[in-house]
């Protein structure tokens, strides 16, 4: 199986790597990744290409600090809509825990997890598909990525109680490393992971509203260009993007693309089109497609496309197909996954 993650991960590679010498369209030819592959932040590209990538670039612009430099102008809209998600909930513990059983929407293979520590609790970073010293670049990058999303909605002020890393300490970029992460750090730990406070979990997200209509702006601007005079892609792309939160409803569609939802209803209506149609078209192009290409549990799908129970999903299954989601995956699915 090949782990997929946003490119929007990989937001300001091109610029850093051309900082330090290096040249991108190089480095990513040699991984198997285009520059036109990450054009667009929702695109999802080879989450182990990506892991080998970013050491790639660490090495060539010998560079230990990559990961955590590439992060560093990186935040809360890194992760697309899952962050407007996030930035709307009522604490901090409230929004990580609605992002972490979603984290495959932004990176497939990523494993985060949030548990009790002492008088905290320790948010860990691991993935799915490497060792340690294979991916020291993509933790750099992930644990500080994590630890700005969190700024974001505590505050410029905030820092973590402290971050570990199982890599050892490095030879010439421990200051970087003091300079862009501001606490405490452990190197050669038992985890990767951030250290936080149950007051910093408390706290209700603090974001700039204005920043969240600029997002929002942004991201209709992207899929105006991704889409140019395509409504109803537009709309199926953002639903792609919001079904897994399990809050996909015409208003929060509305809001992405800049529209007022009767707007939005008005404009379907002319094209002889619907919300409702497009989410039934989105959800059963997705079904098909993981049903047939993964060994997804059925469940656990249902749970992605919404569906509050497998029972309702399959239902709704064999309405759109006339067969049931297991008699589907028996005809179709492949084995090259």
């Known amino acids: 199986m090949d782990y997929l993650v946003r490119a929007g991960s990989l937001e300001g590679f091109e610029a850093l790597v051309l900082s330090l010498g290096g040249n991108p369209v190089?480095?990513?030819?040699?991984v198997g990744l285009t520059t036109s592959a990450i054009r667009d932040p929702d695109t999802l590209i080879s989450y182990p290409k990506m892991t080998r990538l970013l050491e790639l670039s660490a090495s060539?612009?010998?560079?230990?600090?990559f990961?955590?430099?590439?992060?560093?102008?990186?935040?809360?809209?890194?992760v697309g809509a899952m962050g407007l998600y996030m930035a709307q909930q009522q604490s901090i513990l409230d929004s990580l825990n609605v992002a972490l059983p979603y984290i495959h929407m932004h990176a497939q293979g990523a494993i985060l997890t949030l548990e009790p520590n002492n008088d905290g609790y320790r948010l860990s970073f691991q993935t799915a598909f490497s060792g340690q010293k294979q991916s020291q670049q993509l933790t750099q990058l992930s644990i500080n990525l994590i630890c700005r999303i969190i700024k974001t909605m505590a505050g410029e002020q905030w820092h973590p109680e402290k971050i570990s890393f199982t890599q050892s300490k490095p030879i010439t970029g421990s200051n970087e490393f003091r300079k862009i992460i501001n606490c405490p750090i452990?190197?050669?730990?038992d985890a990767n992971a951030i250290y936080l406070s149950k007051r910093t979990l408390a706290l209700q997200p603090n974001c700039d509203q204005e920043q969240l209509r600029q997002h929002i702006s942004h991201h209709?601007?992207?899929?105006?260009?991704?889409?140019?005079?395509?409504?109803e892609a537009q709309i199926c792309h953002s639903i792609r993007a919001l079904l897994p939160t399990g809050d996909c409803s015409l208003e929060n569609i509305s809001a992405m693309l800049d529209l007022h939802p009767r707007v939005l209803q008005k404009k379907l209506k002319k094209n002889q089109s619907s919300f409702s149609a497009l989410l039934e078209k989105t959800r059963s192009e997705i079904a098909c497609n993981l049903i047939a290409h993964s060994h997804i549990s059925l469940t656990e799908l249902a749970l992605q496309l919404g569906f509050a129970e497998l029972a309702v999903f399959s239902r709704s299954f064999k309405k759109w197909h006339g067969i049931s989601p297991n008699q589907w995956r028996k005809q179709h699915l492949t084995t090259d996954d």
Request: glycine fraction near 6%.
């Open 26 to 30: 190089t480095l990513m030819q040699q």
């Open 60 to 65: 060539a612009c010998n560079n230990e600090t």
């Open 67 to 78: 990961g955590l430099q590439l992060s560093a102008n990186q935040g809360l809209f890194t």
């Open 186 to 189: 452990e190197f050669s730990a």
């Open 220 to 231: 209709f601007k992207i899929l105006a260009q991704s889409y140019p005079n395509q409504l």
